[in-house]
């Protein structure tokens, strides 16, 4: 896994998502480190590497696309917190979701806005409601 392609992926991975990014793939080592290797190369090291957007458009639409998906609460949690570290606002963020209702349905939309207030909450963008 020292290749080119491989170690580009590896590097804009941590550039976008840090730490978490690397869990999700030393959590694949022991059962399919193969899917780890495919994971680091073709999104982050083809698809990120791409000129035609930035970092921030990229994470935003992969946003969208695991909240119209609805069943992947995981990974729209790291892509969340890499929207953020990327510079993405929480506003452009929960917008996104917001927009998401119109194609995906409203549990789609719910399902990810919690996930974007579970993040805001460990990031302490927002504060924990006094209920």
Not at 12 to 20: Q, V, Y
Not at 62 to 74: D, I
């Amino acid at each position: 896994m020292n290749n080119q392609r491989y170690q580009s992926g590896l590097n804009k991975l941590k550039e976008i998502d840090g730490e978490a990014g690397e869990k999700v793939i030393a959590s694949l080592a022991s059962i399919a480190p193969d899917l780890a290797k495919y994971t680091i190369e073709f999104p982050f090291g083809d698809i990120y590497q791409r000129p035609g957007l930035d970092l921030k458009s990229r994470e935003l639409a992969t946003v969208a696309a695991l909240t119209a998906l609805g069943h992947c609460q995981p990974q729209l949690n790291v892509h969340i917190n890499g929207a953020l570290n990327v510079g993405c606002l929480p506003e452009e963020i929960v917008e996104v979701i917001i927009q998401m209702a119109v194609y995906a349905g409203f549990p789609a939309a719910l399902n990810g806005m919690f996930v974007a207030k579970e993040v805001f909450l460990e990031r302490g963008i927002i504060e924990q409601e006094n209920n």
